[in-house]
């Protein structure tokens, strides 16, 4: 077996230190050419929407390139003020979990959907690390419209990636831990027995997207990292990181370094698939959380599911193998052929490219080193094409230019590194600004990168932004890969922490909905004219049927709402016209606001702790009487005989006699 240059963690430690260094003469590391490059003219619009993981805050970060300006922030795991997501009563359902109601998740992953390989503008996939769950948004609305719960798994990290047709979208846990129909109420030393690594394969339907768990894969107790699917002639095969071969359960940093080498993991899931589609492996009994929106109703709806079936390593036994890699590795990245697989060890002075016709005839020759815990183990040199020697420090995650190039980030040297697929020959280096954690060519893990770009990652920012307290922005640098050298081009700041990031040409995305056709709303509670709105009470719970246009509420007066009702105020944007949506806010709501798009209906819910006077407004500038968007509420003490009264320019459409607390008129 060819030796691997391992440092230890003292030279680690010393490397991080000095990669946050300021090198000399980074003021003029930027092409002469590269403002013109960047500059997309007023009234012009950038060539690629870059989706950028949210990271801390559970969102998804949209980005014009190459002008590196910040397009929107699409929420997804977590609840969003700006317009009520998960606020409202129609989002809430979004983020319920078999945990209960979850207001935030940690959100490392995306992939864009694909067709024979290529991305396709439909979908776009983003996990959740912390609780574990796969999303969907529809590049039509770039909203949220489904939640899948991952049971049987902790820690979603190496999720969501694809196949190259979108048949399954794969998560593979970070933390191994007992399966649910095991009894997790067990020592953590006995982790060796009890603790198992389970990845899920999420089948998709062709033609909604919608998302259901086909079957599960026990696999060992390792934890996974990252995976990728093959392509072409690999694209029956899954493809894993792993680390933690020595299972320890505490000082991971010293106890889950302690071996040469970690593993790939090599899964045939065409197999797999046939084998659960023949009722093999077992129906485990779990709970969890399968949750969707509904673009016609504008609500989201929550189901808890009860049954997952997972086929075990003895099930998977022809079909699963390992293959041995520097120890540690992060990411797992498959080449636009399908013939080479880039394993990343983090602690490596080198990488390792696997060969896919390699790892087939190490197979059909069974050419195996053993087994790790019933997984036949492959030999290092029987898979391997070949090592890139000395390309940097801390390997982390490569992505290819088409051109049969591949360029690597490079964490520990802050640097990116390209070198050539075929003969492994290091070819460019530069700089980043500070350590690079992932970076993302357009199109650079598909069959087809539009290789014009690459952009860094990176998790140290120092001296880059004018400083903000202790806590800096993160930031991405763009560099053009268009020739021989790469070249920077842009730093931007961006939300903190930018893992995985997809980008694909804004050409792609051309059938977006602009507005919401009001005579397709069937929200249950639309209010489709003014006419139609109206208050009603239904014991202690109060329902305002309202409408909202430039530049006024209907009704914008209501009395008779009394301390403790739960008032649910029903909003339709009358609106149809592309841009102009209408704000709702009440005083001493405590939630949010509410941000209602034109056509479209969503519902605050509002329950006063005491009696007074309680103005309402329109939270997003729509018109120039914007201010005079507003109207009243009163409240009156528990119990009042106040009657239920609403008007519009004080005509009153309607007054319901006084009603007792609990009774329905």
Partial sequence: ????????????????????????????????????????????????????????????????????????????????????????????????????????????????????????????????????????????????????????????????????????????????????????????????????????????????????????????????????????????????????????????????????????????????????????????????????????????????????????????????????????????????????????????????????????????DKAFSGEYDGVKVIKYEAALHGEVQKPGLGPLHTEFDGRGNAITSMFVSSELVKWNLKDLKVIDRVPTYYSTGHLMIPGGDTKKPFGKYVVAYNKITKDRFLPTGPELAQSAQLFDITGDKMKLLLDYPLFGEPHYAQALPAAMLKDQVKFFKIEDNHHPYVTKGEKDSKVVREGNKVHVYMTSIRSHFAPDNIEGVRVGDEVYFHVTNLEQDWDVPHGFAVKGNQNAELLVMPGETCTLKWVPKKAGMFPMYCTDFCSALHQEMQGYVRVSPAGSSTPLTYSLNNKKDNAQSPVKQGETK
């Fill in 1 to 364: 077996m060819k030796s691997l240059k391992l440092f230890g963690l003292p030279a680690i430690v010393a490397l991080i230190a000095l990669s946050g260094c300021k090198p000399k003469g980074t003021e003029t590391a930027v092409s002469g050419d590269a403002a013109q490059k960047v500059y997309v003219a007023p009234g012009k619009y950038d060539e690629f929407y870059n989706f950028v993981s949210g990271g801390f805050n559970g969102q998804v970060s949209v980005y014009g390139l190459p002008s590196g300006r910040l397009l929107k922030s699409l929420p997804v795991f977590s609840v969003n003020p700006e317009n009520g997501y998960g606020y409202s009563e129609e989002t809430k359902p979004m983020l319920e979990t078999s945990h209960g109601f979850i207001p935030w998740d940690d959100q490392h992953h995306l992939a864009l959907s694909q067709t024979n390989g290529e991305v396709d503008g439909r979908w776009l996939f983003a996990n959740a690390n912390n609780t574990p769950r796969v999303a969907r948004l529809d590049l039509k609305t770039f909203k949220t419209v489904e939640i899948l719960e991952i049971p049987n798994s902790a820690g979603n990290h190496s999720s969501p990636f694809l196949t190259e047709n979108t048949e399954y979208v794969v998560a593979g846990t970070r933390f191994a831990v007992p399966t649910d129909d095991k009894n997790g109420d067990v020592p953590i030393s006995s982790f060796k027995e009890n603790f198992k690594g389970v990845v899920s394969f999420i089948g998709i339907n062709k033609d909604s997207g919608e998302m259901d768990i086909a079957f599960q894969i026990e696999a060992p107790g390792i934890n996974f990292d990252l995976s990728h699917a093959g392509k072409g002639k690999s694209g029956d095969w899954f493809f894993f990181s792993c680390y933690n071969s020595e299972k320890a359960n505490t000082l991971l940093e010293v106890n889950a370094s302690q071996n040469d080498k970690d593993f790939i993991m090599a899964i045939n899931w065409k197999k797999a698939a046939e084998m659960a589609k023949a009722g093999k492996g077992r129906k485990v009994a779990t709970e969890y959380v399968h949750n969707k929106w509904d673009e016609r109703t504008h609500s989201a709806t929550s189901t808890m599911k009860k049954e997952v079936l997972v086929l075990s390593v003895e099930d998977m036994k022809d079909a699963m193998y390992f293959i041995p890699c520097p120890k540690s590795p992060h990411g797992c990245d498959v080449d636009p052929t399908g013939e080479y697989i880039v394993g990343s060890g983090k602690l490596a002075a080198l990488i390792p490219v696997f060969s896919f016709t390699k790892i087939q005839k190490a197979i059909a």
